[in-house]
């Protein structure tokens, strides 16, 4: 084998660990910046469509630009919706979260990972093993559950 080529291949098999490293770190890294808004969000008083107690459960989903958590729910107060709700049922429920990639929010251009940013409320994630009352709209096309922040509940 030439050193042309061993410095050719030695190129290759960095470039390849460098890429995969930076990949996989893009999707491990989620750094949690709640308290902090990125931009204007502007919402209206709005009527729940459920009244509950929840467990939180500590586990948080991120699908595109939404993030959800899951939580156990210990006691129905009402139910305004057509779909059935039982007491120790978990369910996935959106948050007035967003997500935005690191390189995007960053001045520097490389940075792996996304963040995840609050949206202008007080909402804050039920921790594991926190109980809480919360409110939730229903989206009917999508058929997704969103948690209310309390200053955007009609009483």
Same mark, same amino acid.
């Given at each position: ?16 660990? /460098?890429? $995969?490293?930076y990949?996989?770190? *893009?999707q491990? !890294?989620?750094l949690? %910046?709640?308290?902090? @808004? ?23 989903? /991120?699908? $595109?630009?939404?993030?959800?958590? *899951?939580?156990? !729910?210990?006691?129905? %107060?009402?139910?305004? @919706?057509?779909?059935?709700?039982a ?48 409110h ?20």
């Open positions: 084998m030439s050193l042309r080529r061993k410095v050719l291949s030695t190129i290759l098999l960095l470039s390849f660990v /460098i890429i $995969g490293t990949l996989i770190l *893009n491990l !890294i989620v949690d %910046r709640t308290s902090q @808004t990125l931009g204007e969000y502007d919402y209206g008083l709005t009527s729940a469509d459920v009244e509950v107690l929840v467990e939180g459960t500590g586990k948080q989903n /991120i699908t $595109g630009n939404t993030v959800s958590t *899951n939580v156990k !729910i210990k006691a129905l %107060r009402w139910n305004n @919706t057509s779909n059935n709700l007491e120790g049922r978990e369910i996935e429920v959106n948050e007035y979260f967003v997500v935005y990639k690191n390189r995007k929010v960053l001045s520097t251009l490389f940075v792996p990972g996304r963040s995840i940013y609050g949206m202008g409320t007080s909402y804050k994630r039920p921790k594991k093993g926190e109980q809480r009352i919360i939730l709209k229903f989206n009917i096309e999508t058929k997704q559950y969103w948690i209310m922040p309390e200053e955007l509940v009609k009483k």
